[in-house]
């Protein structure tokens, strides 16, 4: 019987056939584009789109060819979160083990997107409300526009603020104080907020928001892609550590990343005053 490779059940996802978004990739498949395409109602999420995000993110792991996402929205604006009559009116008449699968699928797609290995960019455009500011807080980079409005609306239709994370993820974005303001009042949160708190890493024009989301998405994909994952697991897996932890933790995590040949051919490429060409391994 021949031996299995490591990377044996790594397979292409250029191809992906997206059934509730729209998915396209670049020429050579590093740069993926997931697109909530219902503009009409604010690109809101549905009970499939949850389901097909959750497994798509899960399933990024074993793809050979994506090394960047970006997450956006059609028709300016990102996503109005849940549904209204697709989602909210039949969650009123569910059974509290339904509910519950429910719950736990879409904190499965914010789990998912954290652990996938791919940094992911949110584009964010208009509006950004419920499960949609969960998306974009789950998300490793957040561009917005000047006109973007984010808001965490759980509270306006009699839910507790705690939400796919958001207790958790949202106060080491931006701090408690300004996270339980958001969630407790619903209220949005304005661009220039979300810019001096650190939730956005930058704004741009509306027309240049794409071109700029493709920029960096192209930049961390050209880059040391072995090392852009190592980075984000590790920010991960050290919210719950000790300073102790954490050196040891970035000591071995950095040595493992020294015996990658990206570090030999950027090492190469710098004396030889070159630009490094990296290879993801």
Known sequence: MAELSMNDHKRPFKD???????????DDGRVATITLNRPEKKNPLTFDSYAELRDLFHNLKYASDVRTIIIRGEGGNFCSGGDVFEIIEPLTKMSMPELLEFTRMTGD???????????????????????????????????????TKTAYLFTRVGLAGA?????????????????????MTGRVMTAEEGLSWGFFSALHANAELGAEAEKLARN??????????????????????????MVESEAQAQAICMMTGDFRRAFEAFAAKQKPKFEGN
């Open 163 to 183: 939400d796919m994370g958001a207790c958790g993820l949202l106060p080491r974005m931006i701090g408690q104080g300004r996270a339980t303001e958001l969630l």
């Open 109 to 147: 797609l914010v789990k998912t997107m954290r652990r996938a290995p791919q940094p992911v960019i949110a584009a964010i455009d208009g509006f950004c409300a419920g499960a949609g500011a969960m998306v974009a807080l789950a998300a490793d980079f957040r561009l917005g526009t000047p006109e």
């Open 16 to 26: 992906y056939v997206a059934r509730h978004f729209k998915w396209s990739c670049s």
């Open 220 to 245: 961390l994909a050209d880059g040391p892609w072995f090392a852009h994952t190592m980075t984000k697991t590790m920010l991960n897996q050290e919210w719950a550590m000790g300073i102790e932890e």
